[in-house]
C-alpha cells in the first residue's frame, strides 16, 4: 500500500513562480525524502528531512515536516522550465524501514511554462 | 545515474518465459532494492539486499524472486512472466547507515519490460 499521497497530483505554473507540493502519510517516520523524475529517467534524490527536522533548505528547495499532521511540503522558488518533472516524497517508518526501506507515494506532476 | 546499471533498458518477452533483469553498482552500497513504477501507483518494493546472499521481501514480491551473490550485483527474475507484470523496474542502492544517519537512494535509469 502507497504510505503517502501527494497534493496536487498535477500542477502547472509559469517559469519564474514558486511551486509548493505537498505529502501526507500515514504512519511514524524516521525520515522522509523527496525525489524528483524526469520523463523517462530513474529518480533523483533532492532532499532528506529527519523526524526530528522541521525545515531544511537546499538551493532553490524548501522542504518542512510536520510530524503531527504527519505532513511535508516541498516548495521550489522561482521555478525553471528544466523543473518540469514528477516529484515524490517516499518514508522510512520507524517500525517497518529496516534496510532503508523507503514507501513512495503516487507523486505530482510538475509543468513549468515559459 | 554514475555507480549503478540496469540491464536490459528495454526487453518484450512472451507470457509464461522467464525474464531476469540486472543490476550492477561499483559504488559497494550494502543495500540494494527493486522497485517497480506503474501509473497510478507510484514505486512499489518488490525486493530487497541487506548484503551478498541475504534478501528479503517487499510489499509486491508475488511471482518474483532475486538473488545477490556479489555484492555488486542484484539479480530479478520472473520465473514465469505474465501480463500484469508488464512495468517499469527501477534498481536502487543506499549507503549502508545507522537508523540515525540514513541517506537517500541513488536510482537506475529503468529497465522497461513489455510482456505479451
Known amino acids: 500500500s502507497q504510505q503517502g499521497e501527494e497534493d496536487p497530483q498535477a500542477l502547472s505554473i509559469q517559469e519564474g513562480e514558486n511551486a509548493t507540493m505537498n505529502c501526507s502519510y500515514k504512519t511514524s517516520i524516521n525520515n522522509l525524502q523527496w525525489y524528483r523524475q524526469n520523463s523517462g529517467r530513474g529518480l533523483v534524490h533532492l532532499i532528506l528531512?529527519?523526524?526530528?527536522?522541521r525545515e531544511k533548505h537546499s538551493g532553490r528547495l524548501r522542504v518542512t515536516l510536520d510530524t503531527s499532521k504527519k505532513s511535508s511540503s516541498l516548495l521550489i522558488t522561482a521555478s525553471r522550465a528544466a523543473d518540469t518533472a514528477s516529484y515524490f516524497c517516499a518514508t522510512v517508518d520507524i517500525l517497518t524501514g529496516g534496510g532503508n526501506k523507503l514507501t513512495f507515494g503516487t507523486g505530482t506532476q510538475l509543468k513549468v511554462e515559459l | 545515474d554514475a555507480g549503478i546499471t540496469q540491464s536490459p533498458r528495454h526487453k518484450v518477452t512472451e507470457t509464461g518465459t522467464p525474464v531476469t533483469l540486472r543490476c550492477h553498482q561499483t559504488?559497494?552500497?550494502?543495500?540494494m532494492y527493486w522497485y517497480r513504477q506503474d501509473p497510478g501507483h507510484g514505486l512499489r518494493l518488490i525486493h530487497y539486499?541487506?548484503?551478498?546472499?541475504?534478501?528479503d521481501k517487499g510489499e509486491v514480491s508475488d511471482g518474483y524472486s532475486v538473488s545477490r551473490s556479489k555484492t555488486e550485483d542484484f539479480l530479478l527474475t520472473l520465473e514465469s512472466a505474465t501480463s500484469s507484470q508488464t512495468s517499469v523496474y527501477f534498481c536502487a542502492i543506499s549507503d549502508p547507515a545507522s537508523r540515525g544517519s540514513p541517506n537517500g537512494y541513488t536510482f537506475g535509469s529503468g529497465t522497461r519490460l513489455t510482456v505479451v
Open positions: 539486499s541487506y548484503g551478498v546472499k541475504d534478501t
Open positions: 528531512i529527519r523526524s526530528n527536522e
Open positions: 559504488e559497494n552500497h550494502r543495500y
